[in-house]
């Protein structure tokens, strides 16, 4: 073995980590090497050094104690940090009473909310009446309402408005769907014209549901009273039906061909007049049962614009989810504010039960 | 189960009495290994403090794969290396400070001079160890001081063990040759005047 073979493994061998016949080699060496074997004897002693270094170490006496005292601090701040189970248990009470709430709001099952953007939800049956003619003290009286709005999601607010036609027993009479030129000359937006009819004990529930997911301009509600018109065609149509039933008459004692010929264009010309006259009254009754409702529907600029660019279409959808977290916040709000007398109780007496339990916790210290 | 695992598994439900018992034969350890690390006698006293604490908050990581004092040290390591980072401590230290650092080592039962030259060699050694690079000063002090394995060292340290190997030598090497510039033939004095044949522990864990 060479000296350089022998510093080589030094390290290993005075860590025990040589097999026998290496070590065997190096303790042949020792014998023929005095350097080497000093080098060794030297290393050895160092090594011994070292290993005995910290045999007499002086800690700190307060040391033992001192990180004792910290463990038990921290432990303490550490149990006070930890919330207890009612706390957690209180703080998510509280979460589901304010989203409970918040959402009884929404839902409508408590007064004041915001009203829904685009949701339609669909009134009771509707109670059609039994007969045509307004029954209120024998008045024929039509009512009217026209509508302009503005939506949000025009395709969507359109088919909204035929949904919500035919859940109150009605049914669209007209739909036309236009363009018309922004102000700014950039683009058209769309128009829709829709004619739809409710029966007339609807046309209020229509209104009220109509703003809930569009935002509504203008409104114009008109009603007409048309009794004295209505008895005068009335009247019209007894009268034609008496004549004609006396020209029936006439016609089976008729005696010559040309009588027969003048009755027959006499009874053609009353049926027709008949008609007429009953069709009027028919239209009168249906416009009194029926409501018609005329809606101008816009397409807002700001879905205009948001259809334009994606920068565009991400603002405007950013200002609605603006606009929505604030109306969640609004219904949350009127939501604390309607159940602030019950909360208050409610506070009260958690806040008297931790108030026993703490004075109970410290007669159990003491 | 041991005494130890026994212990454990209550310190790691939180019986902070379990862990104290458990960590009491360390901390001396503990603490030289931090003094050695940091060469300051208060820092040692910090990490101490931060190790024991660490190792309270982390006693749930334990999974007994290794020796719990291998996974202590692995924490007063780290201690000890984030506060040498954190606030740069000097790396050497002066023999005055080594001094009064509060190191006693003496052979009773020896004679007085034995006692002065080793007492010599000794602040002399922990002076040669302060004046090593950190990479190499951490490994001596595992390896030669607390007396850990290689394969123990190099996870602490989270490097290979051939790392370990060489830079292990390395600093024997730098200690072999500081220590001869300063002594000359103390080590054979030394040698000739205890008369004895060391043999080295080849490892004093004794990990729990």
Same mark, same amino acid.
């Given at each position: 073995m060479t000296c350089e073979k022998y510093r080589e493994q030094l390290h290993d061998f005075l860590d025990g980590k040589l097999p026998l016949r290496a070590v065997r080699a190096m303790t042949e060496h020792e014998l023929s090497c005095p350097m080497c074997y000093a080098l060794r004897e030297e290393m050895q002693e160092i090594l011994y050094s070292l290993h005995n270094l910290d045999t007499e170490l002086d800690m700190p006496q307060e040391l033992s104690v001192s990180w004792r005292q910290r463990l038990r601090t921290e432990r303490y701040r550490a149990r006070r940090r930890r919330l207890p189970i009612r706390v957690w248990a209180a703080m998510v009470s509280v979460i589901l009473i304010l989203i409970g709430g918040t959402s009884l709001v929404r839902m409508g099952l +408590?007064? %004041?909310?915001a009203p829904k953007k685009g949701v339609i939800e669909f009134g009771p049956t509707v109670q059609l009446p039994d007969s045509p003619g307004n029954t209120i003290a024998g008045l024929k009286i039509i009512q009217n309402a026209k509508f302009e709005a503005e939506s949000g999601d025009f395709e969507d607010d359109v088919q909204s408005i035929l949904g919500l036609a035919k859940s109150a027993g009605g049914w669209t009479s007209k739909q036309i769907i236009s363009g018309e030129e922004r102000a700014d000359s950039a683009s058209l937006l769309r128009v829709a014209e829709v004619t739809v009819r409710v029966p007339q004990n609807q046309l209020d529930y229509f209104a009220a549901k109509l703003g809930d997911f569009t935002t509504v301009k203008r409104s114009e509600t008109t009603s007409e009273e048309r009794s004295e018109e209505y008895n005068r065609t009335a009247a019209l149509l007894e009268g034609y039906e008496a004549t004609l039933e006396r020209l029936q008459q006439r016609m089976a004692e008729a005696a010559s061909l040309d009588e027969v010929l003048m009755i027959e264009t006499e009874i053609t010309s009353v049926q027709a007049m008949i008609t007429v006259t009953a069709g009027k009254l028919s239209e009168w009754d249906m416009y009194e049962a029926f409501a018609q409702i005329d809606i101008r529907l816009t397409e807002s600029a700001a879905q205009q614009a948001a259809a334009a660019s994606i920068g565009a279409r991400m603002a405007a959808q950013f200002r609605m989810s603006v606009s929505a977290v604030k109306t969640y916040f609004t219904d949350m709000m009127i939501f604390l504010v309607t159940a602030a007398p019950w909360l208050l109780i409610l506070g009260l007496m958690a806040g008297a039960a931790l108030l026993i339990e703490r004075v109970h916790w410290r007669s159990r210290q003491m | 189960m041991d005494e130890t695992e026994k212990l454990i598994k209550r310190a790691q439900t939180g019986d902070s009495e379990a862990f104290e018992t458990l960590m009491a034969p360390l901390e001396k350890r503990v603490y030289g290994l931090a003094l050695r690390i940091t060469n300051n006698r208060e820092d040692a006293f910090d990490c101490t403090q931060e190790t024991m604490l660490r190792a309270f908050r982390s +006693?749930?990581?334990?999974?007994?794969? %290794?020796a719990f004092t291998t996974w202590v040290f692995r924490i007063t390591t780290n201690v000890c290396l984030d506060m040498i980072r954190r606030r740069r401590i000097k790396p050497y230290i002066s023999l005055e400070l080594m001094q009064d650092s509060g190191f006693t080592f003496s052979d009773k039962s020896s004679n007085p001079l034995d006692e002065i030259i080793r007492d010599d060699l000794n602040q002399d050694l922990k002076v040669c160890i302060s004046k090593l690079p950190l990479d190499q000063r951490v490994i001596v002090i595992l390896r030669d001081i607390q007396g850990l394995a290689y394969e123990d060292i190099a996870a602490i340290l989270k490097i290979s063990l051939g790392t370990v190997k060489s830079r292990l030598s390395r600093a024997r090497e730098r200690i072999r040759k500081m220590m001869y510039r300063r002594h000359g033939t103390n080590l054979e004095e030394l040698n000739s005047s205890r008369g004895v044949n060391y043999v080295r522990k080849e490892n004093h864990t004794d990990d729990l």
């Amino acid at each position: 073995m060479t000296c350089e073979k022998y510093r080589e493994q030094l390290h290993d061998f005075l860590d025990g980590k040589l097999p026998l016949r290496a070590v065997r080699a190096m303790t042949e060496h020792e014998l023929s090497c005095p350097m080497c074997y000093a080098l060794r004897e030297e290393m050895q002693e160092i090594l011994y050094s070292l290993h005995n270094l910290d045999t007499e170490l002086d800690m700190p006496q307060e040391l033992s104690v001192s990180w004792r005292q910290r463990l038990r601090t921290e432990r303490y701040r550490a149990r006070r940090r930890r919330l207890p189970i009612r706390v957690w248990a209180a703080m998510v009470s509280v979460i589901l009473i304010l989203i409970g709430g918040t959402s009884l709001v929404r839902m409508g099952l +408590i007064e %004041g909310g915001a009203p829904k953007k685009g949701v339609i939800e669909f009134g009771p049956t509707v109670q059609l009446p039994d007969s045509p003619g307004n029954t209120i003290a024998g008045l024929k009286i039509i009512q009217n309402a026209k509508f302009e709005a503005e939506s949000g999601d025009f395709e969507d607010d359109v088919q909204s408005i035929l949904g919500l036609a035919k859940s109150a027993g009605g049914w669209t009479s007209k739909q036309i769907i236009s363009g018309e030129e922004r102000a700014d000359s950039a683009s058209l937006l769309r128009v829709a014209e829709v004619t739809v009819r409710v029966p007339q004990n609807q046309l209020d529930y229509f209104a009220a549901k109509l703003g809930d997911f569009t935002t509504v301009k203008r409104s114009e509600t008109t009603s007409e009273e048309r009794s004295e018109e209505y008895n005068r065609t009335a009247a019209l149509l007894e009268g034609y039906e008496a004549t004609l039933e006396r020209l029936q008459q006439r016609m089976a004692e008729a005696a010559s061909l040309d009588e027969v010929l003048m009755i027959e264009t006499e009874i053609t010309s009353v049926q027709a007049m008949i008609t007429v006259t009953a069709g009027k009254l028919s239209e009168w009754d249906m416009y009194e049962a029926f409501a018609q409702i005329d809606i101008r529907l816009t397409e807002s600029a700001a879905q205009q614009a948001a259809a334009a660019s994606i920068g565009a279409r991400m603002a405007a959808q950013f200002r609605m989810s603006v606009s929505a977290v604030k109306t969640y916040f609004t219904d949350m709000m009127i939501f604390l504010v309607t159940a602030a007398p019950w909360l208050l109780i409610l506070g009260l007496m958690a806040g008297a039960a931790l108030l026993i339990e703490r004075v109970h916790w410290r007669s159990r210290q003491m | 189960m041991d005494e130890t695992e026994k212990l454990i598994k209550r310190a790691q439900t939180g019986d902070s009495e379990a862990f104290e018992t458990l960590m009491a034969p360390l901390e001396k350890r503990v603490y030289g290994l931090a003094l050695r690390i940091t060469n300051n006698r208060e820092d040692a006293f910090d990490c101490t403090q931060e190790t024991m604490l660490r190792a309270f908050r982390s +006693i749930t990581d334990y999974r007994f794969q %290794g020796a719990f004092t291998t996974w202590v040290f692995r924490i007063t390591t780290n201690v000890c290396l984030d506060m040498i980072r954190r606030r740069r401590i000097k790396p050497y230290i002066s023999l005055e400070l080594m001094q009064d650092s509060g190191f006693t080592f003496s052979d009773k039962s020896s004679n007085p001079l034995d006692e002065i030259i080793r007492d010599d060699l000794n602040q002399d050694l922990k002076v040669c160890i302060s004046k090593l690079p950190l990479d190499q000063r951490v490994i001596v002090i595992l390896r030669d001081i607390q007396g850990l394995a290689y394969e123990d060292i190099a996870a602490i340290l989270k490097i290979s063990l051939g790392t370990v190997k060489s830079r292990l030598s390395r600093a024997r090497e730098r200690i072999r040759k500081m220590m001869y510039r300063r002594h000359g033939t103390n080590l054979e004095e030394l040698n000739s005047s205890r008369g004895v044949n060391y043999v080295r522990k080849e490892n004093h864990t004794d990990d729990l």
